[in-house]
Each structure stands twice: as structure tokens, then as C-alpha cells.
């Protein structure tokens, strides 16, 4: 199955002392292998704005530290939110396109890249059924 075809969800608790989370591609920050090559990409508001309008970074952005469950559906059809999942929801947003031509990662901002071996991060390419 890819992620195209069908809809799928992964639901992960995460942390951050960032106060923002996104969902990434995985080969494009590939690069992103130590501090300073992070601070290139993400250290600004202009940059990450890039990457969303380029399709490679998704934002979070929950504007606090913390930890956070998320549940992040896709594909073709995508379901709507459940009623538990209303009465508990702390923020949402018009959809983003992330354009990924193999894993994706979810995690806290600070860990996009392999530069701090943050493990607070899951691969969309491992996700469950709805």
C-alpha cells in the first residue's frame, strides 16, 4: 500500500522545546547534519516559510514548549475529526500539501535533520490504519 492510494493516520505524543512540530520531508533535510547547517535552513521565520511553500515542511506550530499527542491523517480520503477528537482539539488549519517521495518525519522542529539525534520523531512512512 502507498500513501496515496488509501488514508492513513499516525498518532505519536512528541515534545519541544521549540514551540513549534511539522511534519518534513525526510530526503530534503537529509543534509541537515549538524547545528550550523540547521540554523541555514530553520532559523528563521522567512526559511521555514520557504519550505511550506516549497512542499517540504508542514508547520505546527503550537507557539509553547511542551508535550503533545497529534494525529495526522492523509491520503485520498481523508476522514474527518471524531467528536472526542473536537471537544479536545487545541488548534487547526486549512490543509498544507507536503510533497515527500519517500519517508516523511513528524517531530518537534528542532529535530528536523540528524544533527542532534533528538528521538522525539516518527516516520510517516510507518503508519496505521484509520
Excluded: C
Excluded at 98 to 127: C, D, I, M, N, Y
Amino acid at each position: 500500500m502507498t500513501l496515496e492510494s488509501q488514508s492513513w493516520q499516525i498518532t505519536r505524543a512528541l515534545r519541544t522545546d521549540a514551540g513549534m512540530f511539522g511534519i518534513w520531508q525526510s530526503e530534503y533535510f537529509a543534509n541537515v547534519t549538524d547545528l550550523d547547517t540547521w540554523h541555514e535552513k530553520l532559523s528563521t521565520d522567512d526559511l521555514i516559510s520557504a519550505h511550506i511553500e516549497a512542499g517540504t515542511f508542514v508547520p505546527i506550530n503550537i507557539g509553547a514548549d511542551g508535550a503533545f499527542q497529534f494525529t495526522v491523517r492523509g491520503g485520498s480520503d481523508v476522514a474527518a475529526l471524531t467528536a472526542r477528537e473536537n471537544r479536545y482539539l487545541l488548534g487547526s488549519s486549512q490543509p498544507y500539501l507536503l510533497v515527500a517521495h519517500g519517508p516523511a518525519e513528524l517531530g518537534p522542529l528542532e529535530a528536523v535533520g540528524s544533527h542532534t539525534g533528538v528521538v522525539f520523531r516518527a516516520s510517516v512512512e510507518s503508519f496505521d490504519q484509520p
